[in-house]
Structures are given as structure tokens and as C-alpha cells.
């Protein structure tokens, strides 16, 4: 009777461990206002390398309003839809950034907080014309390795701008960067173009060895 007992009791502890390490990857939003010159942050801590996206920020009367984060290893601007990784456990601030009228009028922002998972290829891509400029970026749960697979648009030649933890590194086509892990790896094109109507756009791949 033991044996029998014993064999039964292993699968549902097997079965309850799975469940706990599945519910272990939190995902959680935070959300910030400004309003009549009052500011309430948004604020959370993660316990391991977290994703932060900017999913909503609303309410500039002039320009965008973006998603401000005070992370470990990030301190800066997302804009809606942008994503960067922490380096670490520790506080996540949000704050919303951009211009409003007083009286009647403030600032929205909320972000999603994840914990990073290892993704093996990850392709990030940006632009860059005479207007605007978009960003692309990877949360990295360990080191990682950057290799610029597309830039063009450039009247004397365009390049992919990695930025990482250990600074900015400028790569044509072809060429690639090791950057140190977990945190944030974005691109941003480098280049002249021909105004009005030109632009950049460049693509980079990132690679990590996932345990």
C-alpha cells in the first residue's frame, strides 16, 4: 500500500511544480498621471530582469506624450509601443512626459512590466526620416550578439547605431557587436539623406544563447 501511495503522491507534486514555475513569470501593468501640476507615479518591483513596454500615454497638447522609466540599467523615454529590458531586479518607475494645458487638461501613461524571456533570434529594426525617427529594441535576458543585416536610404552610405549597456557601436552591413546581458539592446539608423522626401531605414538581428 505504501508503494501505491507513494507512486501517486509524485506525479500531483511533479504536476504542482509546473504550475508554480508557470505562475513564477509575472506580468503586470502600472499606470502614472499628471494633472494641474500634481504628478502619481506608477511603481512596482521586479524580482528578476524585466520587459517594460509603454502601452498607452495620451493627453500632450502639443507633441507626444511617452512613457518615462526609471529602471535599473534604463532611464529614459518609450514611446507607445516601445519596449527596453532592466538589467536586474529592482524599483520600476513610470512617470508621464509631454506638454499640457492647466486648468482641465493632464497626462495618461501606463506600462506593462514582464519578466524577460530568453528569445533566440530577435530581428529590431528602425527609420529615421526629415519628421520623425522610430527606435527598435530588444529586452535581453542574457549577453547577446548584434549583427546589422540591412541599412540603406544614406547618400553616402547608411549604418546600423547599437546601443547597449556598454555604450553606442556603429555597424554596416555585415558587421556585428557583442553586448553584455540581461538589458537593453536598441538600433537607431545613422546616415544624410536627402530632404524632403528620403529617409533611412536599417535591421539588425539579435542572438542569444538561451539556457
Given at each position: 500500500?505504501k508503494?501505491?501511495?507513494?507512486?501517486?503522491?509524485?506525479?500531483?507534486?511533479?504536476?504542482?511544480?509546473?504550475?508554480?514555475?508557470?505562475?513564477?513569470a509575472?506580468?503586470?501593468t502600472?499606470?502614472?498621471?499628471?494633472?494641474?501640476?500634481?504628478?502619481?507615479?506608477?511603481?512596482?518591483?521586479?524580482?528578476?530582469?524585466?520587459?517594460?513596454?509603454?502601452?498607452?500615454?495620451?493627453?500632450?497638447?502639443?507633441?507626444?506624450?511617452?512613457?518615462?522609466?526609471?529602471?535599473p540599467?534604463?532611464?529614459?523615454?518609450?514611446?507607445?509601443?516601445?519596449?527596453?529590458?532592466?538589467?536586474?531586479?529592482g524599483?520600476?518607475?513610470?512617470?508621464?512626459?509631454?506638454?499640457?494645458?492647466?486648468?482641465?487638461?493632464?497626462?495618461q501613461?501606463?506600462?506593462?512590466?514582464?519578466?524577460?524571456?530568453?528569445?533566440?533570434?530577435?530581428?529590431i529594426?528602425?527609420?529615421?526620416?526629415?519628421?520623425?525617427?522610430?527606435?527598435?529594441?530588444?529586452?535581453?535576458?542574457?549577453?547577446?550578439?548584434?549583427?546589422?543585416?540591412?541599412?540603406?536610404?544614406?547618400?553616402?552610405?547608411?549604418?546600423?547605431?547599437?546601443?547597449?549597456?556598454?555604450?553606442n557601436?556603429?555597424?554596416?552591413?555585415?558587421?556585428?557587436?557583442?553586448?553584455?546581458?540581461?538589458?537593453t539592446?536598441?538600433?537607431?539608423?545613422?546616415?544624410?539623406?536627402?530632404?524632403?522626401?528620403?529617409?533611412?531605414?536599417?535591421?539588425?538581428?539579435?542572438t542569444?544563447?538561451?539556457?
Open positions: 500500500m508503494r501505491t501511495f507513494w507512486a501517486c503522491v509524485m506525479p500531483a507534486a511533479l504536476v504542482l511544480g509546473l504550475w508554480a514555475g508557470t505562475v513564477s509575472q506580468t503586470r502600472i499606470s502614472a498621471s499628471a494633472s494641474n501640476g500634481n504628478t502619481t507615479a506608477g511603481n512596482t518591483i521586479g524580482s528578476v530582469p524585466s520587459k517594460i513596454t509603454c502601452t498607452q500615454a495620451y493627453g500632450a497638447s502639443v507633441g507626444s506624450a511617452t512613457c518615462s522609466i526609471q529602471s540599467g534604463w532611464n529614459g523615454l518609450l514611446a507607445v509601443g516601445e519596449s527596453i529590458g532592466t538589467n536586474g531586479p524599483n520600476i518607475r513610470l512617470t508621464c512626459q509631454g506638454s499640457y494645458s492647466i486648468p482641465g487638461s493632464g497626462l501613461c501606463s506600462a506593462r512590466v514582464e519578466d524577460t524571456v530568453c528569445a533566440a533570434t530577435q530581428s529594426t528602425a527609420s529615421a526620416g526629415p519628421n520623425v525617427s522610430t527606435r527598435g529594441s530588444a529586452a535581453l535576458a542574457t549577453s547577446a550578439v548584434v549583427r546589422c543585416t540591412a541599412a540603406s536610404g544614406g547618400t553616402f552610405g547608411t549604418t546600423c547605431g547599437i546601443r547597449s549597456a556598454t555604450g557601436t556603429s555597424l554596416t552591413v555585415g558587421q556585428e557587436t557583442f553586448v553584455p546581458g540581461p538589458g539592446a536598441s538600433i537607431s539608423c545613422g546616415g544624410q539623406f536627402n530632404h524632403p522626401f528620403g529617409g533611412l531605414s536599417c535591421t539588425a538581428v539579435v542569444q544563447v538561451c539556457p
